[in-house]
């Protein structure tokens, strides 16, 4: 069976917290990453890592932090707000996942957001094939602008989630994950 069809998403409460991945292997998918395709080769994929375990707290501060600033007070979880901070310490490697936008520039934003969501499946793609785990989490406050601006960015910059990366803790069941019939999603013109 091919790595796209057993590819799986692993939660990082799943994710072996204690086994590091290392730079060089982490490079090595964000190469992989770096090959997707880009209209006008614009590669408006950005990733900021955060591997060290003093990077990741300080990461899932900044995500609360975020996450009180922009959540009305009476729509706060705090169990989403615990998340932000506890994701961060379970997987090895955090990416936060951003696209660069040109404003009225040659490609519409909506294809550039595409070309890093490709870049995002050959990311999890190879590190399923490494046999890497990975996650893309899409809270709110990740995709913020405040959260480009915590992290440096300017207003060009669409923020796309969180991908999380590791090692899958031993004897984690083997995903039963099925897909409903292709052709209830295919239609097929030939005339």
Known sequence: MSIYRTRRSIKPMTMDSLREVSRELVLSLLEDAHWAPTHARNQPWRFQVFASLAARTRLGEGLQSIYDEITPVDKRIDSKRAMLSANPQHAPVVIA??????????????????????????????????????????????????????LGLDETHRMMGLIYLGWPQEGLPVSQSTRDDLMDRVAWHEE
Not at 100 to 109: A, F, I, N, R, Y
Not at 123 to 143: K, N, R
């Open 97 to 150: 996942l951003g696209a660069h936008v040109l404003p009225g520039g040659k490609v519409p934003e909506w294809e550039e957001i595409a070309a890093v969501s490709c870049a995002v499946q050959n990311l999890m793609l190879s590190a399923h094939e490494q046999g890497l785990g990975t996650y893309w989490s899409s809270p709110p406050v990740a995709g913020s602008a405040e959260f480009a601006r915590w």
